[in-house]
């Protein structure tokens, strides 16, 4: 590849040899990676083959249904919708999936002498070729016949489709590009593990829309959004052919304009993303930087925790949270969770302000297998602890760093949720409940950790090791059942406070006591899981090691 071109002649050879596209050779390289990837094992054929299947199938029923949609008032409307979210797809999933097409990693090719305008036409020629491009085609055809009329329309979608195609891949292909460092990169591998919880979360806004068209009467309520995505690329180039169909030449052309700059654009970029990319020095080489750096996370947020012990852990503790990708998925998913099932069922007014005590419960569960978090590299810790008061130190100084984050985050749901319910008579007994609940998780957490480690498996997507399925189900979900139990008496004064004649006037006293309440089970059940961690160190050692 290194003789198809050079700097002063992209495209040319040096030698006077027969010139080799540039393209050409590109499109070959990228199916030669194809067949070669398949020939590897009878698996990967299979899952391709499978794959391969199941999204033509799709793709041929999403054709149908637009070809079917034709004629409809709302057709417009839907395939201008459909081309955006199609579009916003092709943007992220190179931010989650950057190891799922090595032509996405533009350093592999900074060796060779190539400029980037003739490379960026290579690898966008060489982008068409898959399985993504196919099903976009699909989908974009299918627009184009249900909202085409007359001949104008045809011949304006023979221009609409490629250029819809052409922007989808050139934004795929910018963004990549743009953060190819970050996504080879640790963080890269970070937006990987966090992949899952953006596709359930997707899963559930695609429900809620689902479920608002319903009750809004049907498609007519997604018409002012098809009017603003109707001018921005590539829904444009639909949006034109729609245009054209109803007579309006000049809105056609203005949005056809769009679509063709927002290439031009987007292919400047990615241009000089590269540019960039294979002239400028990458992190390994900017090692002077590190101490500053360091220097510079020392002296930020991390001078406000406590001096000593206690001050350590939570550092410790809180780099984990940003840097283990296992840890952080955990806490994301916790986050998410924790806020859209009081937040979503107040929007389909269905809720109730004591759902946002589901933030305090997601958050507490993180204090469940507090050792096995830190895989093998426990035996530091274990190292430093030599009595139940250097145990204590260490619980504690993990439980307040839970707290740091979980009690503004619980608070802010309650606030939220309790704004969108227009309830705040009870908001004080709703983070009343909320504070006595993480309490109990605390507590129930810390001796739970003591008595049920187990191991995290930091390789791939498994959370237990083999073997010790039994214990992670005791150590949360009877952890769980523990804290239930502990917080009865809150609920149990809750209840009594609602339903007692003339007790509404005192349910402000929930927020008190059951911060009061938290504090002191917090605070007992960290007394009681230290001596035994201290007595229990070697085998602890020994469970979160196994994976």
Same mark, same amino acid.
């Given at each position: 590849?290194?003789?198809?071109?050079?700097?002063?002649?992209?495209?040319?050879?040096?030698?006077? &040899?027969?010139?080799?596209?540039?393209?050409?050779?590109?499109?070959?390289?990228?199916?030669?990676?194809?067949?070669?990837?398949?020939?590897?094992? @009878?698996?990967?054929?299979?899952?391709?083959?499978?794959?391969?299947?199941?999204?033509?199938?799709?793709?041929?029923?999403?054709?149908?249904?637009?070809?079917?949609?034709?004629?409809?008032?709302?057709?417009a409307?839907?395939?201008?919708?459909?081309?955006?979210?199609?579009?916003?797809?092709?943007?992220?999933?190179?931010?989650?999936?950057?190891?799922? +097409?090595?032509?996405? +990693?533009?350093?592999?090719?900074?060796?060779?002498?190539?400029?980037?305008?003739?490379?960026?036409?290579?690898?966008?020629?060489? =982008?068409? /070729?898959?399985?993504?491009?196919?099903?976009?085609?699909?989908?974009?055809?299918?627009?184009?016949? @249900?909202?085409?009329? $007359?001949?104008?329309?045809?011949?304006?979608?023979?221009?609409?489709?490629?250029?819809?195609?052409?922007?989808?891949?050139?934004? &795929?292909?910018?963004?990549?590009?743009?953060?190819?460092?970050?996504?080879?990169?640790?963080?890269?591998?970070?937006?990987?593990?966090?992949?899952?919880?953006?596709?359930?979360?997707?899963?559930?806004?695609?429900?809620?829309?689902?479920?608002?068209? $319903?009750?809004?009467?049907?498609?007519? &309520?997604?018409? %002012?959004?098809?009017?603003?995505?109707? #001018?921005?690329?590539?829904?444009?180039?639909?949006?034109?052919?729609?245009?054209?169909?109803?007579?309006?030449?000049? /809105?056609?052309?203005?949005?056809?304009?769009?679509?063709?700059?927002?290439?031009?654009?987007?292919?400047?970029?990615?241009?000089?993303s590269?540019?960039?990319?294979?002239?400028?020095?990458?992190?390994?080489?900017?090692?002077?930087?590190?101490?500053?750096?360091?220097?510079?996370?020392?002296?930020?947020?991390?001078?406000?925790?406590?001096?000593?012990?206690?001050?350590?852990?939570?550092?410790?503790?809180?780099?984990?949270?940003?840097?283990?990708?296992?840890?952080?998925? &955990?806490?994301?998913?916790?986050?998410?969770?924790?806020?859209?099932?009081?937040?979503?069922?107040?929007?389909?007014?269905?809720g109730?302000?004591?759902?946002a005590?589901?933030?305090?419960?997601?958050?507490?569960?993180l204090?469940?297998?507090?050792?096995?978090?830190?895989? =093998?590299?426990?035996?530091?810790?274990?190292?430093t602890? =030599?009595?139940?008061?250097?145990?204590?130190?260490?619980?504690?100084?993990?439980?307040?760093?839970?707290?740091?984050?979980?009690?503004?985050?619980?608070?802010?749901?309650?606030?939220?949720?309790?704004?969108?319910?227009? +309830? #705040?008579?009870?908001?004080?007994? /709703?983070? $009343?409940?909320?504070?006595?609940?993480?309490?109990?998780?605390?507590?129930t $957490?810390?001796?739970?950790?003591?008595?049920?480690?187990?191991?995290?498996?930091?390789?791939?997507?498994?959370?237990?090791? %083999?073997?010790?399925?039994?214990?992670?189900?005791?150590?949360?979900f009877?952890g769980?059942?523990?804290?239930?139990?502990?917080?009865?008496?809150?609920?149990?004064?809750?209840?009594?406070?609602?339903?007692?004649?003339?007790?509404?006037?005192?349910?402000?006293?929930l927020?008190?006591?059951?911060?009061?309440?938290?504090?002191?089970?917090?605070?007992?059940?960290?007394?009681?899981?230290?001596?035994?961690?201290?007595?229990?160190? %070697?085998?602890?050692?020994?469970?979160?090691?196994?994976?």
């Amino acid at each position: 590849m290194s003789t198809t071109a050079s700097p002063e002649s992209p495209g040319s050879p040096a030698g006077g &040899a027969p010139a080799v596209p540039v393209t050409a050779v590109f499109v070959r390289l990228k199916l030669s990676l194809l067949r070669n990837g398949l020939r590897q094992s @009878a698996g990967r054929r299979a899952a391709y083959v499978t794959s391969t299947v199941l999204v033509l199938l799709v793709a041929a029923l999403q054709l149908i249904g637009l070809i079917a949609l034709r004629g409809d008032a709302h057709a417009a409307t839907v395939t201008v919708v459909l081309t955006a979210v199609l579009a916003l797809g092709w943007a992220v999933m190179p931010l989650f999936f950057p190891s799922g +097409d090595e032509t996405l +990693d533009p350093t592999r090719l900074v060796m060779l002498p190539l400029r980037p305008r003739p490379l960026v036409r290579a690898l966008l020629a060489a =982008s068409l /070729v898959g399985i993504g491009p196919l099903f976009t085609l699909c989908l974009l055809v299918g627009s184009v016949i @249900a909202v085409a009329h $007359g001949p104008a329309a045809w011949v304006t979608a023979v221009v609409a489709v490629p250029l819809a195609l052409l922007v989808c891949v050139a934004l &795929a292909r910018a963004v990549a590009a743009a953060n190819i460092r970050l996504l080879t990169s640790r963080r890269g591998r970070d937006l990987a593990v966090l992949s899952g919880l953006v596709v359930a979360v997707g899963a559930q806004l695609v429900n809620f829309g689902a479920q608002r068209l $319903g009750s809004a009467g049907g498609l007519s &309520a997604l018409d %002012p959004a098809g009017e603003v995505l109707a #001018w921005v690329p590539p829904a444009s180039a639909i949006g034109a052919v729609d245009a054209v169909s109803e007579g309006s030449y000049g /809105v056609a052309a203005a949005r056809l304009l769009l679509g063709g700059a927002a290439l031009a654009g987007l292919l400047a970029f990615w241009s000089w993303s590269l540019t960039r990319l294979m002239t400028s020095p990458d992190g390994s080489t900017l090692q002077a930087a590190e101490p500053a750096a360091r220097e510079r996370g020392t002296n930020g947020l991390l001078r406000l925790l406590p001096t000593g012990r206690t001050g350590t852990v939570m550092e410790r503790s809180l780099r984990y949270v940003w840097r283990d990708p296992k840890t952080k998925a &955990a806490w994301v998913t916790s986050l998410a969770i924790g806020l859209i099932v009081p937040v979503f069922n107040a929007l389909q007014g269905t809720g109730s302000v004591y759902f946002a005590c589901f933030a305090a419960g997601m958050l507490g569960i993180l204090m469940y297998n507090q050792f096995g978090q830190d895989t =093998s590299a426990f035996w530091m810790v274990a190292m430093t602890i =030599s009595s139940s008061r250097d145990a204590y130190a260490e619980l504690r100084g993990r439980a307040l760093a839970l707290l740091v984050i979980t009690l503004p985050y619980a608070t802010l749901v309650t606030v939220l949720t309790t704004a969108m319910l227009g +309830d #705040w008579p009870r908001l004080p007994e /709703v983070l $009343g409940l909320s504070f006595a609940l993480l309490g109990s998780m605390l507590a129930t $957490g810390a001796w739970s950790s003591a008595r049920f480690p187990y191991s995290i498996p930091q390789e791939g997507y498994k959370n237990v090791a %083999p073997g010790q399925a039994g214990l992670a189900w005791i150590s949360i979900f009877g952890g769980m059942v523990a804290a239930a139990l502990l917080c009865a008496p809150v609920i149990a004064l809750t209840i009594w406070l609602n339903v007692a004649a003339d007790a509404d006037a005192w349910t402000w006293l929930l927020l008190p006591v059951g911060a009061g309440y938290g504090t002191l089970i917090t605070l007992l059940g960290l007394r009681l899981a230290a001596p035994r961690i201290a007595r229990r160190l %070697p085998e602890i050692l020994t469970a979160v090691s196994k994976g």
